[in-house]
């Protein structure tokens, strides 16, 4: 860790266009707990929308229920109508900051990997989010199936300078 | 109302809920609702390696650790306070094909016939759990996202790339569970 130039930290960040996070200001480390209550009300929807559940997905991928069609289309209307909002009205966060959106920059990994990812959806009947509420539920065996995602995660950053982009 | 809650939830119903969580989490911390990171944080703090990738500082984004560490205490008091009693529900011509592999029971919401500690050993197992679990991981990495990233957070911030990522987890997920899929059930 030590090794990081600081300017660097945030570029290597962003390689990951999901997590660029940014803020100024310093919190202690229990305000995280704000975000672990988040999850737990997350978490309880997916399972009582049996989002987690395989038998969706293979439902979903053979066209044979709405379900995860509703769920995932009415999310996005809510979130765009919301990203809208704090747009138009430059709404700040609790803490007064204002509010920061990235746009990710086109390259193939999000059509190879796209692909790829859609293939473990449907094997599994999970994306990472239903993983870890898996778990939960007792279904043990899934902590497994985790290992194997992080165990991919780890391959894509060893052979990342290698793969089309 | 617990009656109510124990019910599966409809799709109108958990679908505002989770789109929700986009503006939830930028106001209470600018933070990008986007789960398949954690795995990413997760190797730079565990097993960095000296891979460039994972050279950072994951402790700005320990929220993210939080959160998915909710979203297994979620699972678990779902199950613990609000089960469903009865079988998971499903289209009859899907059950009249899981027949055909030997999947009948719908207690769980994992078929546990092929989900299972046991079916670890045999190479159908295998390729479900742990080929399968190796997809999602190097794939959500490799695209940049996976569903709440790329299909929600990018689509509620218009990204046209967001759009091609959904488009091809569609695709790849209509070929596995369509052409693929029924062959490796069968093994």
Not at chain 1, 73 to 102: C, Q, R
Not at chain 2, 96 to 115: H, M, Q, R, V
Not at chain 2, 126 to 138: Q, S
Not at chain 2, 144 to 165: D, E, F, K, P, R
Request: charged share 10%.
């Amino acid at each position: 860790m030590s090794t990081i130039v600081p300017e660097n930290d945030a570029e290597i960040r962003k390689q990951d266009s999901i997590c660029t996070n940014e803020t100024q200001i310093q919190h202690p480390s229990w305000y995280n707990l704000k975000y672990l209550v988040v999850g737990i009300l997350f978490g309880i929807v997916f399972v009582k929308a049996e989002i987690i559940s395989w038998f969706r997905i293979q439902e979903m991928f053979r066209l044979q229920s709405f379900h995860m069609y509703g769920v995932i289309g009415s999310a996005v209307v809510v979130g765009m109508v919301s990203v809208f909002l704090i747009k138009k009205f430059k709404i700040k966060t609790i803490y007064g900051e204002p509010v920061h959106f990235d746009n990710t920059p086109f390259n193939k990994g999000q059509i190879y990997g796209g692909l790829l990812f859609g293939f473990g959806w449907a094997i599994t009947g999970a994306c990472p989010g239903p993983l870890f509420a898996q778990i939960g539920t007792g279904a043990t065996v899934t902590i497994i199936t985790l290992l194997s995602a992080i165990a991919g995660t780890w391959v894509y950053g060893l052979l990342r300078n290698k793969l089309p982009h | 109302m617990i009656d109510w809650l124990k019910q599966p939830w409809p799709w109108y119903v958990a679908g505002p809920l989770i789109g929700l969580t986009v503006p939830t989490l930028l106001l209470i911390g600018n933070k990008r609702f986007g789960i398949s990171s954690s795995l990413r944080h997760i190797c730079a703090a565990c097993l960095p390696a000296k891979i460039p990738y994972f050279q950072y500082d994951w402790k700005k984004e320990i929220w993210n650790l939080f959160f998915v560490f909710g979203i297994f205490l979620g699972g678990i008091i779902a199950v613990q306070c609000l089960a469903n009693p009865l079988p998971v529900a499903v289209n009859p011509a899907l059950a009249a094909e899981l027949k055909t592999y030997g999947i009948s029971n719908y207690d769980a919401l994992i078929p546990i016939e092929i989900f299972n500690w046991p079916a670890l050993l045999h190479p159908k197992g295998l390729i479900l759990m742990v080929v399968g679990g190796f997809l999602v991981g190097f794939g959500t990495r490799y695209a940049g996202g996976c569903t709440s990233g790329h299909a929600i957070t990018g689509l509620s911030n218009l990204q046209w790339t967001s759009l091609v990522a959904t488009i091809c987890f569609m695709v790849g997920g209509f070929i596995m569970a369509n052409l693929i899929l029924p062959l490796i059930l069968s093994l």
